[in-house]
């Protein structure tokens, strides 16, 4: 019996702190796979390879650092230990470094280097690999990462937020250079190559976007009702896959290319492509460090990561004229647009975007300039775009399923899969103890209290409440993909017995329409996900399960002969799909009077319908499933010191985060070596004795090792850690954020401040009226019910921050620099009035100067709108497009809401708009007076409307943008306005610290 390779897909859920464990357990795993590992007859593993891996959160992370190790741990020697000055011959001290790793991993699994026989190089140099790996886990997990550091200089005193920054609680910049030295510092040679495939890796990062992504948003074809119906059941989405697809020999992979929707690391760039990237250019790490970062970015501890997405991660496929239709009925959340080739592309890229393209493309292109504009003078094309992210586990934190899908890709026409074993491999460090939860629902509680029981309040109640509330999205968001698993079994399982009868039935009938239309489903199927089973064609997927099928007895075409007319096949039978009969297809595949192969096309036919409808397609029904968790030593479930606060805790406990690294270790000896645990109980445990090891002295070595972090003697107080460097550090950054006249009564006692409250209280009560209205809660809560209840009557303008660059503004400007509420700024309007308005000043770091920003408001003159023939749609005019006006007020009132009689339901339809709005509403901005500023800045409406720049259509579409900004640097000459997304994508912010370091 040969030998058999294990191939593994790890899926790696999150953690935290608790990464910890994650790193120490998916690196000790493939150790002892390597070293102990047997297939299910009880045979040494030939080979042990990773061909895929997926990751949420702090799993992501572990992933990527072990990721960047296997490809070339040579380069990563010096991150493990720094070369000292006494280092002259850099090859020697290579050398000493990779004995010191032989030496950890014979000392480990062996009595000692001397009394065990040497490992063969196939096996240790992938153990060198994985052992620094694992200790490179360590130094980032254990040693590097705690709360002082994560807080950084936002807890310390004098730190000012920076207004273009998102919100976190913690510092980002720890992180950042940890990945600059560990990710983004030297370069691999993918020579040195070791435990990852040869061919190719897959990785997908789970994402969760903040931005919403339009579900069921197609329109095309639709009245208005319809689309009344779209926008009642059309949702949101947030939760998102990145695929990156690491390409180490591009030639194998020749026959399953790089899908279109992933990332592509490869041997070299493509400039036409800007998915591709070299493996080796720092741009390439730069991305994928961001998107690790991205996976990990912790909601509300962390900013989210802003990473840079290409629309061709967005769409789907092509489709023909013919296809058109049915990618519509069966997909509705997609959109068809004509690409520049003019090509029909299935997309789910946000259709805004794609209608702002159409306008682009009738631009000169010196004028596209108002898009991310920058000294590098980016232009505008909505072909890519700026997404914040946070934590993928927010909605994904068990990635098992993309785990499956890769594996399904990899060993999609993949030859050897007989003398192949397939294992997904999951990691989890937080695992709840419980089978079945506590019912017990605390708002329901009729007492509350320990030591003074009294009656539940309403309050008491309320917070129970939202306290379940939160607890039920947080569970709902995160359901076990492991649950769906067993549903796919049960299908798998069924897939068996529906293919025995049709292999058993020699008289199969098949009609027309049902070949048909399984065409076009698995058409639609094999583009759904983003993770593809091999291919996205159907021909060649079908072809490839004929093949299969056959046993031998086909005589229509050879195989590869179909494979090379696939598209040719494919136009026939969609072209005459009209007319075409059962006769036609056969002729294609040459099948006719042949009822033996006849039978098998149509036994096809129907298991490509039951694999397709069960959601079987491309699973292998042989893949096991194995988790590591942390268990006992009677396998039960354990909660790990540190995952407390949402696995926070970890980062203020060296000794628990110590601790979780060694347990780590000791907990996947235990899961993989379990007699009855993963697999039959024919097939019995992974790992087994041999002659060169034994398990159980290396159980009882891991024993110590946790022992030995002394996590649980009288001298580690884990509750004091908690408080001294989680709780205290934490209360100070809150206490940080909080307004200054707070501040001031923070550290004051309750007694002292008891009376100054009933003073102010009676003050407030004393004071009835300020300007006609009551102050008191009640009051506050009364006036804005009212503006809400007013909002029906006012048109809410798209508020746009306006940005004045300065190098040296004149006195008495300096005046004004230290209160921003006596900048003065002046607009001058059109009908020669003048506004006052509100500023606020920031001084730019990069240059002497200072930039001075304002709210103005952009609205549509709707007087190029038309009313549609059916009177339910608006409609612009063919030869003119709406003009945009800049105004200082926010609301606008609707014309007839003051007069009952005159009111109308929509008042776009309201004849006296125009008239209302022309003597309504103040004329538009002319030009913005700065004091301090000689010369006024011109804000001409003519420029902001000039349709043959992008800057309109920006501005037309601020609601696209995260961060939209108009700005005038008033140090260049010429000057002029222009719109920016006010946003920079990470990586690039990466590529910056790497150039000027």
Known sequence: MK????????????????????????????????????????????????????GASAGAIALTIMLRCLIDYKSMLFKWMHRNETEKDEEKAIAFREMRLESEIYNTYFSSEHESPKLPPSQIEPLKALQL????????????????????????????????DSFGLLERKHMENLIAEYLMDGTPNIDNLEVLDKERVLFACSLTNILPMPINSNRDELNQLQKNVLNSTGVFNHAEVRVIDFVFDEKACDKKPTDNRWLKFGSKSNKEKPTHFSITADDAWATISASALACGAFPIAFPPVILKRFQEEYNLGYASEKTKKSWLVSNVKRTIYKNKKGEDVITEWPVTFLDIQKHIESIEEVDRNSFFNNDKGTKIDYESFNFPYVDGGTFNNEPIKEAYRIASFQDYKRNGLKTTERLVLFVDPIVRKEQFPNFNVSSFSSITGTKNTKNSTEFNKLIGSVGSLVGLLKDQGRIKEGDKIRDTKE?????????????????????????????????????????????RKPLLYFIQELRMNCYGEWKGEDFDLLEAKEKEIEESIINLSDEITLEDIYTLFKIIGKPKSQNIFASTIFRVIADVSLNTAGKNPNAINAAILPIDSNNRIIDLPGTDIEAFAGFASKESKEYAFEYGRYATLKALSAKYGFRTKKGGAYLKNNKQGDLEKIEELFKENIRATNFFSPDVKYSKDLKNYLFAPSISRIKMLLPKYVKIFWNSPLSMLSPLIGIVGVAIGAYKNIKGK?????????????????SVKYASNEAIVVSIIGDRFKKPWYRYLSNKEKIKITAFLKDGKKVKLEATLKKLKDKEGNKIRFHLYVIEDSKNIRVNKDGTMLSINGDAFPRLKLFTERRIPLPGTNDIKKAKLDPNLDSEWN???????????????????????????????????????????????????????????????????????????????????
């Open 3 to 54: 030998s058999k390779t294990l191939r593994i897909c790890l899926a790696m859920g999150g953690g935290v702190s608790l990464g910890s464990f994650s790193g120490s357990a998916l690196t000790e795993a493939l150790k002892l796979l390597i070293l102990f590992g047997k297939d299910e007859k009880g045979n040494p593993y030939k080979n042990v390879v990773i061909d895929g891996m997926s």
């Open 133 to 164: 790996a694992q200790n490179i886990q360590r130094i980032l997990w254990v040693d590097s990462v705690d709360v002082e550091k994560l807080y950084g200089d936002k807890n310390k005193s004098g730190y000012t937020h920076n207004i273009d």
């Open 491 to 535: 299908n798998l399982a069924l897939k068996e017995e529906i293919f025995t009868y049709l292999s058993e039935n020699e008289d199969i009938k098949l009609t027309t329409n049902i070949c048909l239309k399984a065409f076009n489903k698995i058409r639609t199927k094999l583009n759904e996900d983003i993770i593809s089973i091999g291919t």
């Open 915 to 997: 008239i209302a709005f022309k003597s309504k509403h103040p004329a538009e901005i002319k030009e913005i007076k700065i004091e301090g500023l000689k010369t006024r800045i011109p804000l001409d409406p003519d420029y902001i409307n000039n349709t043959s720049r992008t800057l309109y259509h920006s501005l037309k579409n601020l609601n696209i943008h995260v961060s939209p900004m108009l700005e005038f640097d008033v140090s260049k000459e010429n000057g002029n306005w222009y719109f920016k997304e006010n946003t920079k994508p990470f990586h690039e912010e990466l590529l910056n610290r790497k150039e000027k370091s």
């Open 774 to 790: 009551r102050l008191s809660l009640k009051s506050l809560i009364t006036s804005y019910t009212d503006e809400m209840a007013e």
